[in-house]
């Protein structure tokens, strides 16, 4: 049995590279899983299940091929693309997971999975934006707008965090580790996988009580560098691997 999971494609059109990368990597390297879960940020934005144009449409037939083969196909909202919903999950064949979900990796050994963003605790600017992006009357309310102005305002919230961004540290962005060891005893779990912070790495830690935790960080991909990121459960091995987009049709 073979899990994958990614993050952070940020899939756009502008970016059409990127784009056949991913149907790519669903076609070939993704092929052979039994289940992906998709844990945040497929898109850079998702203005609602009603604004499908040819550039949504195409990574939603390939997510539909993808789900019609056999597989499970799990997907977590991020925090660009928030507003994905029931109908994208009809139309792709996926399932629609909360933030934070738990699994079970080996018999019942259990791994939590986030997109990672509810983590970063000491970005007070973002919790805020976060708590209201995440609220249900908020969301109702955006999603009542206009297709145009709702586009206008996923422009200028893409805008407004670049420049906020630019002027922050890197360990306010990155995610707290008193967070990450208070959820993880929340939830009795010692593994957990997550994404958001574009910063790929496996940390080894020391729970309270003594027991050894991992936190396994998924990579952004990015065309320009040629490169993707997953976390692949073979069995009960989990390993942080990362792969060229470029050649995902040659393996």
């Known amino acids: 049995m073979t899990t994958l999971f990614i993050a952070d494609l940020h899939l756009q059109q502008d970016t059409p590279e990127l784009t056949r990368a991913f149907l790519n990597y669903l076609e070939y390297r993704a092929r052979d899983a039994d289940a992906l879960y998709i844990m945040g940020d ?14 949504e449409q195409e990574v939603i037939e390939a997510l539909r091929r993808f789900s019609d ?3 499970h196909l799990y997907v977590m909202h991020g925090n660009r693309d928030f507003l ?25 050994v259990p791994a939590l999975l986030m997109h990672g963003d509810s983590l970063c605790t000491q970005d007070g600017e973002y919790m805020q934006f976060r708590a209201m992006t995440r609220d249900p009357q908020w969301q109702q309310q955006t999603l009542a707008m206009p297709i145009e102005q709702r586009r206008q305002l996923a422009d200028r919230m893409r805008e407004g965090s670049g420049s906020a961004n630019g002027s922050k540290s890197d360990d306010i962005m990155d995610v707290s580790q008193e967070a990450v060891e208070e959820i993880m005893e929340q939830c009795h779990v010692r593994t957990l996988i997550h994404g958001h912070t574009h910063r790929p790495d496996v940390h080894d830690f020391r729970l309270h009580g003594d027991e050894v935790a991992k936190r396994y960080v998924l990579g952004d991909w ?9 976390v692949r459960l073979d069995g009960i091995t989990l390993t942080l691997e990362h792969f060229s987009l470029s050649e995902l049709p040659y393996h």
């Open 69 to 71: 083969g056999g597989r």
């Open 42 to 55: 497929l898109f850079e934005s998702w203005i609602g299940d009603d604004a499908i144009d040819d550039f």
């Open 84 to 108: 994905l919903g029931e109908r994208f999950a009809e139309l792709t064949g996926a399932i629609l997971v909360d933030d934070p979900a738990i699994i079970t990796i080996d018999k019942d």
């Open 222 to 230: 990015d065309h320009e560098r040629d490169e993707g990121w997953e």
